[in-house]
């Protein structure tokens, strides 16, 4: 009788059970519509938390998929997949970008940090411990792109990089709270947990910049 | 995605012959903006000629005639923090930071920033017509949602903007787009002449041969002056413009100013700029003489005099 047939026996006559059991990165990228040129593969290398990457991927997958499907890195988070929110925010060659917005293949031999070559559970760097003292997330989502974003924005303003809120251009930039809003305009928090992003970036830059 | 053979090139000639020779390939420098519209099958190339390897395209060098000669791959953060830009062309970092996001700005580049396309919502939605995406299937905005739109310069068919800000402020700085063409033979397009009107050709942004490669962009030599760049926009930061004002003024209050958010390319007519000392609202009377707003964006008229009339105010200081 149709009603007595187990949850096991559904998923294995159903498309879900094969989807689970594919290799991560079977399906990371649709083939898209039909005709026209077939999908191709290349190989690549690059350096991921200093260790070495190589990869042989279909030229549509991005950097992001790339961490997430193919190097199972997935502190990295897709959220838009469209260079709006910021979750997917690394750092390539020092440089923070959207890992999203950037095919793999364009990265053959770049240096690239994502949230885990930051910092491990057991020793965190110091953003991610401020993140974490001043409660800087709610679902925690966006946190990773905050994380590298954090870290980076500090450099750009350490670097001299002008922003849209700085009063004389031509001056370096300083650090204040206005500032920061503008530099982390590019990572969106749903839970609108910015004010403890401001407290948690604003003791490490307090510490940081202070010191430079 | 569409699948898509990818090549990476080590010279200006070798990409733009590689490109010219496919009729379905396109350049890739950041991808900010290809990649994005690539997710949507809304561009489908066959192959891409990666063009990051290019010697000479990263540098900003200073020309003969004391100008400036910025690399097509120059990414906008490079450009924008360029302390002869912030010193000389202030307008032009102005412009750049008020674009796009510290990421995006990370990886955009200078050639790209002024290819990229509109964002005009009907481009972005595949499943209503839009001449620019797909010529000849009629325009969705028309009689659609056209807030932010263009209000001068329109068409019957097509009244997208062009989305930057970076342009806006290249245009009162009249400078000048080099090329290679698929031939190989370089040219030099005036800036004013570089992104077209949508007239009966919207899915012509520019005048570029499908082929021809851009590789850099060159500043005369300074002209001194109070350099602002003012945008108005629904947020604080990470939006594009509903309208912004480039502007370059003399002490005498004399100067050259471009409007953007208004136009299918960077807006400025010369011929208003003599009237810049009676004030905003005898520039922009010449400047929007002909427009023809939508019952939605009409707003962008006095707003445009009002941003015209701060930007005044703040570069007499």
Redesign the interface.
Known sequence: MAFNTTRRAMLAGSGAAVALTQAPGAHAQSTGAGGGTPPSSMPVSFTVNGTAAELELDTRVTLLDALREHLELTGTKKGCDHGQCGACTVMVNGTRINSCLSLAVQHQGDEITTIEGLGTPEDLHPMQAAFVKHDGYQCGYCTPGQICSAVATLAEIRAGIPSHVQGDITAAPVFNAAELRERMSGNICRCGAYSNIVEAITEVANSDLGAA | ??????Q?VATAAEAAAAVAGNP?AKF?AG??NL??LM?L?IE?P???V?V?DIEGLNAIEQTGDGGLRIGALVSN?AL??D?RV??DY?VL??AI??G?????R??ATTAGNLLQRTRCPYFYDPNLPCNKRNPGSGCAALEGYSRQLAVIGTSDKCIATYPGDMAIALRVLDATVETVQPDGTERTIPFGEFHRLPGDAPEKDNVLAHGELITAVTLPRPIGGEHVYHKVRD????AFALVSVAAVIQPDGTGRVAFGGVAHKPWRVEAAEAAMPQGAAAVTAQVFADARPTEHNAFKLPLATRALAGVLAEAKG
Do not use: I
Not at chain 2, 1 to 6: A, D, L
Not at chain 2, 100 to 104: D, F, P, R
Not at chain 2, 235 to 238: D, G, H, P
């Open positions: 995605m569409r699948p898509f053979t990818y990476r379905a890739l991808g900010t990649l994005d997710k099958e489908r066959a192959h891409l990666d990051q953060t924008a923090a302390e912030r010193r202030g970092t102005r930071v008020a796009a996001s510290g990421q995006l990370n990886k947020r604080a930061s990470y």
